[in-house]
């Protein structure tokens, strides 16, 4: 079944979507000029009366079947009406210039003015996705070059350690060769850490061009259908003048009041003409010279350096992760706490970019699992998101993994869902992250995550400095209790522990955050006295439920107790974190939820 699409940026998709709006909307802007110069010799054919009058009717009939859609059919009724109007007066002519041509030109101007921004964005956008493309193809190139190169010196090295026909090694040679693999390796490292970025950046270049498409098809759809309305709007006024002609007038009159105008139907007719269809959105994920078993490489070199991406990507997953906790949380702090102000969208629109680099890193640690599982002659992982994947190589035989993005996938500028937590088995445990940790790989110059979407932008301190401006202002309305003021604290640092510039951040939201907690009790009329004090104290804790442990859990702080497999535990307070707090021999402390089964 084909589905109809009825928005530009559901029909006009792909690679050269938005240059067929473009051509588009430019046909409809020459159709306003063309309408303008037929109105015109229109005015002055009714001047004339009926001598130069037929000649616009005939260019007014080829114009409305050149175009389509239900106004173009309403301008072919008009133009077949103008050979019966050629006794219209001077009156009428001159009603015609000041009526509708000059709203023509307006129109036709001011469509101009509005178009040139958006197509401005888009060209930028599409620019920096070409430049971001190339630097990821430069880098991807080199590493693959650079991989080769040093196993082509390995196994130099091995000949010539052996000698030739008896001889013992030429150390000379050795040394040479040697050196020449130190220096590749060192470039290798500078190559890959390069290359772990540009991939990370061209991903986010698409995006980048992917939202601005997507907003300038919304604006151009906004800029056509004002144009189409105000083009019924002139038709209408084209019927109520003739409605006061004489009463030869009033059949022509009844046919222009009777037109059949829609605009959302021509919105339908261009869409189907020449719309291009959705755009089939792609992602292209990392490339590995190892993860290609039919590459020349050693076997213990090659599970080294499956394992050190394995141990990369890893580590960006958790980061992603990381950050879209803490945006969560914000979010959710915000909606709970409507004078804390937060730009919502925004915190959308950064959880979609972390939800989307997510699947980049989790689909290429797919791979790298994949490849480590047939090397090691296991059965591969089955993922649906690896069954999407597709790719080219080039005639140096570099390939060019991509993943098609479904359509849920793609929820830019909406509200974006947290992803269901993975199931949990011995071999898959992970325990909800509590804190920020530093990630390094020790067997290679990898030294950190690769690049988070959530940006200065966020981890600055204006949006909570607004908040602080508004709450000091009006302190006797809202006042920051105990409990929303840890929250606050806890939702703005988890939100930020992802964040490249996270000591200057940390040190901005905790001084505003304690300026206006302290400002708020400071001045207000309430003292707080030795019974004031009790509200502060925590309530009994009182068992919710008990469970039993599935697998081991060291504690690693004050506040966590340890756990071990077959364990009964008293449950006396579910997180939203996926921390439990349980009492387990006397001891009171956090543990992950998702190491125990709630016994019911």
């Not at 009428?92 to 509005?114: C, D, F, R």
């Not at 709450?471 to 703005?492: D, P, V």
């Not at 009329?525 to 060291?554: G, H, M, Q, V, Y």
Request: hydrophobic share 35%.
């Amino acid at each position: 079944m084909v589905v109809e699409h009825t928005e530009f940026r559901h029909s006009f998709g792909g690679a050269n979507g938005f240059e067929e709006l473009k051509k588009y909307m430019r046909m409809g802007n020459d159709f306003c000029k063309e309408l303008t110069g037929v109105l015109t010799e229109r005015a002055d054919t009714e001047l004339a009366y009926a001598k130069n009058l037929n000649k616009t009717s005939l260019r007014l009939q080829k114009l409305a079947k050149d175009f389509h859609g239900n106004l173009s059919d309403a301008w072919l009724q008009v133009s077949i009406q103008f050979d019966a109007e050629a006794e219209m007066h001077r009156s009428l002519g001159l009603t015609l210039h000041e009526e509708l041509i000059k709203p023509m030109k307006i129109l036709v101007e001011n469509n101009n003015k509005s178009r040139k921004p958006v197509e401005i964005k888009v060209d930028k956008a599409v620019r920096n996705f070409a430049d971001k493309k190339a630097e990821d193809y430069k880098y991807r190139s080199r590493c693959f070059q650079l991989v080769k190169e040093i196993e082509k010196c390995m196994y130099s090295l091995d000949e010539a350690q052996k000698g030739v026909a008896g001889k013992p090694p030429n150390s000379k040679e050795i040394q040479k060769i040697e050196a020449q693999i130190s220096k590749s390796r060192e470039q290798l490292d500078k190559s890959e850490s390069k290359f772990h970025k540009a991939c990370s950046s061209f991903e986010l270049a698409r995006q980048d061009w992917q939202t601005e498409t997507l907003d300038a098809c919304n604006q151009m759809q906004l800029i056509e259908s004002d144009r189409l309305s105000q083009l019924e709007q002139l038709i209408k006024k084209i019927s109520l003048q003739m409605s006061l002609m004489s009463k030869k007038m009033l059949k022509i009159s009844d046919v222009y009041e009777h037109l059949d105008l829609n605009v959302q139907q021509d919105i339908r007719l261009a869409c189907k003409k020449y719309g291009t269809g959705p755009t089939e959105h792609m992602m292209h994920l990392y490339d590995i010279y190892a993860e290609n078993t039919k590459n020349m490489m050693n076997k213990d070199r090659r599970i080294e350096s499956l394992r050190k991406w394995a141990h990369m990507f890893q580590t960006d997953v958790t980061a992603q992760v990381k950050a879209r906790q803490g945006l969560e949380k914000v979010k959710l702090f915000s909606k709970e706490n409507p004078n804390f102000n937060s730009n919502e969208a925004d915190v959308d629109l950064k959880l979609e970019s972390v939800r989307l680099l997510q699947i980049l890193y989790e689909t290429s640690l797919l791979k790298i699992e994949s490849a480590l599982a047939e090397l090691n002659q296991q059965s591969k992982p089955v993922s649906e998101m690896l069954s999407r994947t597709s790719t080219t190589y080039d005639r140096q035989g570099v390939p060019c993994t991509s993943i098609r993005l479904d359509e849920c996938e793609l929820a830019v500028n909406t509200s974006v869902a947290s992803a269901a937590s993975p199931t949990i088995s011995p071999g898959n445990c992970h325990t909800p992250i509590r804190m920020a940790t530093a990630n390094h790989y020790d067997g290679g110059g990898y030294t950190g995550g690769a690049e988070s979407v959530v940006s200065t932008n966020l981890s600055s301190s204006s949006t909570l400095s607004s908040s602080s401006s508004s709450l000091t202002n009006n302190r006797h309305s809202y006042i920051l209790t105990a409990a929303q003021f840890e929250k606050a604290s806890h939702a703005l640092y988890t939100a930020n522990v992802a964040v490249k510039n996270v000591d200057s951040f940390q040190l901005n939201t905790y001084d505003s955050i304690n300026k206006l907690n302290e400002n708020h009790y400071n001045n207000s009329n309430r003292s707080l006295t030795d019974d004031d004090d009790s509200d502060w104290d925590d309530e009994p804790a009182k068992l919710i439920s008990k469970c039993t442990a599935k697998f081991d859990f060291k504690s690693s702080h004050d506040d966590e107790i340890t756990i071990q497999a077959g364990d009964q535990i008293e449950i006396l307070e579910k997180r939203d974190d996926g921390w439990w707090r349980g009492k387990l021999d006397d001891k009171i402390g956090l543990f992950p939820s998702t190491y125990v089964n709630e016994i019911i």
